[in-house]
């Protein structure tokens, strides 16, 4: 399943993974786009507590969010969704880390840690 919101494109030379990353995320192609501290939270996330509604919240704001009329609407959507998103999971993400990348990553993870993707 193609998911259109996910990371793509060649590695950049300016962000490398952290050292302690496993060498299976360093290959991976969008894996030196991504901060260190977002690859660090992504790697021990526990998003099995994630509610049904929530994920689907989510996925279905990262699918439309593009067609969304304003950018004050998405970003009140978003930082709704990352505070939902925020208490239903352990531990909490960085507070540097973009309200866009909190909730792709949660979803991710999510759909990886019950098998579905």
Do not use: C
Request: aromatic residues 4%; hydrophobic residues 40%; glycine residues 6%.
């Amino acid at each position: 399943m193609k998911l259109p919101w996910r990371r793509q494109g060649p590695p950049g030379p300016s962000i490398t993974a952290p050292a302690s990353a496993s060498p299976a995320s360093n290959s991976d192609a969008g894996a030196s786009q991504v901060s260190p501290s977002l690859l660090v939270w992504a790697n021990a996330l526990d998003a099995t507590r994630l509610s049904a509604d929530t994920v689907a919240s989510a996925e279905r704001f990262l699918r439309d969010y593009r067609r969304m009329g304003t950018l004050n609407a998405r970003r009140e959507i978003a930082l709704r969704l990352r505070s939902a998103i925020e208490a239903e999971v352990s531990p909490r993400p960085p507070a540097s880390t973009s309200s866009m990348d909190v909730i792709a990553t949660a979803v991710s993870v999510r759909r990886r840690q019950l098998g579905l993707g």
